[in-house]
């Protein structure tokens, strides 16, 4: 009937995880909950208002040989562009952050981690809890869906035809080791006043089946003829 679900919350328990581990009792669950989508909301504010505005990084593409110039200006809806996901372990006295991150360049500055844990605990207001902030760089970076949108965001901000931009996103990931990829990209495409969808795959792409590990993400891109809506599937493997 049409009906869709997430391939991530459809296969957690088999090749996906949760990406947060802690444990409350029913009356204090919703306040964990709050807790965590303010710590989340808190690094990604913290990205976008530390980013130097104007800062450029430079993207290889393999198949074309050409160095691409990724500038890092981000907008109020693009805060977490190089984040692929945020990791919260929570014990007794303690709270884990890790920060799952592309291109750690910002966070490495001297004083960056130590800046980020006191406006995420003025943010928790933990008296008795200690913020731990970890920070692990995605070996592959061009194998994470959120990197690919992100790029494609860019490019579509350039002006840059959307047929290219998915192409050249697609070639990007043969730096990785995946066995499919789909994507899609939905709203005002060119500046049409009619709304449609295009879509461009390679490789195979088994949805239905559980023990494929398949990552998604969806992005809203904020562009002058408004919001474009990018989905973008990738197949790793299958166990």
Known sequence: MGQKINPLGFRLGTTQNHHSFWFAQPKNYSEGLQED???????????QKNRKKGSNRKIESDS????????????????SEVITHIEI????DTIHVIIHIGFPNLLKKKGAIEELEKDLQKEVNSVNQRLNIAIEKVKEPYRQPNILAEYIAFQLKNRV??????????????????RGVKVKIAGRLAGKEIARAECIKKGRLPLQTIRAKIDYCCYPIRTIYGVLGVKIWIFVDEE
């Not at 989508?37 to 990205?47: D, P, S, V």
């Not at 074309?64 to 805060?79: A, F, L, P, Y």
């Not at 372990?89 to 007794?92: D, M, Q, T």
């Open 37 to 47: 989508k303010k710590i989340r909301n808190c690094i990604k504010n913290y990205i």
């Open 161 to 178: 035809s959307f047929r290219k931009a998915m192409k050249k996103a697609i070639e990007l990931t043969k730096k990785a080791d995946i």
């Open 64 to 79: 074309s040989s050409e160095v691409i110039t990724h500038n890092r200006k981000m907008d109020s809806g693009s805060s």
């Open 89 to 92: 372990k929570k014990e007794i």
